[in-house]
């Protein structure tokens, strides 16, 4: 499974960003996608995770702003964020479990910068 994760870039306090994640290659056994995002000087953490039927789980620091949302059509995530504040800045990583059998193996993207930032 390989994930291309895009979108990042520069936005002001109060703005919005839309998220990407193209997940491509032996996709079938795919459960769980989602964002983590790690913060300078910071550990990683969960930002929301979508299940193949479309069940969230929000951190509470992104509940009211950020939205997920899931094509299975084309594979692919989107993470749309508003309101976003400074403290929302760092690399925000695409994430895939895949599911076979007894067998868990998680995916990451390559990560976009996300710098909110007057």
């Known amino acids: 499974v390989q994930l291309q994760a895009s979108g990042g870039g520069l936005v002001q306090p109060g703005g919005s960003l839309t998220l990407s994640c193209a997940a491509s290659g032996n996709i079938g056994h795919i459960n769980v996608m989602g964002w983590y995002r790690q913060a300078p000087g910071k550990q990683r953490e969960l930002v929301v995770g979508i299940t193949s039927a479309g069940s969230t789980n929000y951190a509470d620091s992104a509940k009211g702003r950020f939205r997920i949302s899931r094509d299975n059509s084309k594979n692919t995530v989107y993470l749309q964020m508003t309101r976003l504040k400074p403290e929302d800045t760092g690399v925000y990583f695409c994430?895939?479990?895949?599911?076979?059998?007894?067998?868990?193996?998680?995916?990451w993207g390559q990560g976009t910068l996300v710098t909110v930032s007057s």
């Open positions: 994430t895939a479990e895949e599911v076979v059998g007894r067998e868990v193996s998680d995916h």
